[in-house]
C-alpha cells in the first residue's frame, strides 16, 4: 500500500513550546487530511490540504502542504496540556484512505 | 444526533473463539472502513466497503470477515484465525464532497485471554 512516514514518533515538550510534525510520501499525493486522536479516544478531523504550496491556520495550529505534494506539516505555538494526543496525517488514493504513523505528543505542565 | 456507534466499548474472549464487533451509522455515507490500533501504532486498514453488499480487503484482511447488508451497517469479524487480535479496533465511515473526511466511532478495545 502507499507509504505515507511520519516523523516524529514521540514528543515531549514544556507547556509553552512550540511543536512540528511532519509528514512524508513518496508518491505525490492528491490531498492531505490531518486528524487528533486524545487518549483513548478516536481520530477526529482537524484539516485538509489540496493545494500546492497550501498553508492553513486554526488558532494556534498551522498546517503546510509542500510544493511538490509529497509532504505536509503541522505546527502548534505555544502548546498547551489540551494539545497532547496523537497527531496523524492521511491522504486518500481512490477508495482506500491511508494514514501516517503518528507523532504522539505530550506536554509537560 | 448524527454518528457512528461501535459496541461494546471493551470486550474480552477467549482463545480460539470467533467475535463480532458491530459499527452502526446514520450519516448516510456510503463508504465504510475497518481499522486497527496496536499501542503506539498507527491505523491499518483491515476491510473497506463501497456501497451496499460490496467489500474489499485492506492491508491486514487475514483472520478478518465483514458483511455488509445494510448502509448503516458494516460489521467485522474477528476469527479465530487471526493470530493476534488483540488490539483496539476503529470503525469509519467518508463522506465525499469538497472535504473528503473519515468520521470515527469511538472504537472498540478487544482482548483475546
Known amino acids: 500500500g502507499q507509504q505515507v512516514m511520519q516523523i516524529p514518533q514521540y514528543q515531549h515538550v514544556q507547556e509553552g513550546e512550540d511543536f512540528t510534525t511532519y509528514c512524508n510520501s513518496s508518491?505525490?499525493?492528491?490531498?492531505i487530511q490531518w486528524y487528533k486522536q486524545r487518549p483513548g479516544g478516536h481520530p477526529v478531523f482537524l484539516i485538509q490540504?489540496?493545494?500546492?504550496?497550501e498553508v492553513k491556520k486554526q488558532k494556534r495550529l498551522t498546517f503546510q502542504f509542500g510544493e511538490a505534494k509529497k509532504n505536509s506539516s503541522l505546527h502548534i505555538t505555544a502548546t498547551q496540556t489540551t494539545d497532547v494526543g496523537t497527531y496523524f496525517c492521511?491522504?486518500?488514493?481512490?477508495?482506500?484512505?491511508?494514514f501516517g504513523t503518528g507523532t504522539s505528543l505530550t506536554v509537560i505542565p | 444526533d448524527g454518528g457512528i456507534t461501535q459496541s461494546p466499548k471493551y470486550l474480552f474472549r477467549k482463545e480460539g473463539q470467533n467475535v463480532t464487533l458491530s459499527c452502526e451509522q446514520n450519516?448516510?455515507?456510503?463508504?465504510m472502513y475497518w481499522y486497527r490500533q496496536d499501542p503506539g501504532q498507527g491505523l491499518r486498514l483491515i476491510y473497506y466497503?463501497?456501497?451496499?453488499?460490496?467489500?474489499q480487503k485492506g492491508d491486514i484482511a487475514e483472520g478478518y470477515s465483514v458483511s455488509r447488508e445494510k448502509k448503516e451497517s458494516f460489521p467485522l469479524t474477528v476469527t479465530s484465525a487471526q493470530k493476534n487480535p488483540t488490539a483496539f479496533y476503529l470503525c469509519?465511515?467518508?463522506?465525499?464532497?469538497?472535504?473528503?473526511?473519515?468520521?470515527f466511532g469511538p472504537g472498540t478495545r478487544l482482548t483475546v485471554l
Open positions: 469509519a465511515s467518508r463522506r465525499r464532497g469538497r472535504t473528503d473526511t473519515q468520521y
Open positions: 508518491t505525490t499525493l492528491s490531498n
Open positions: 466497503s463501497q456501497i451496499v453488499n460490496d467489500f
Open positions: 490540504l489540496v493545494k500546492s504550496g
Open positions: 492521511g491522504s486518500n488514493t481512490g477508495n482506500q484512505f491511508y
Open positions: 450519516l448516510n455515507h456510503d463508504a
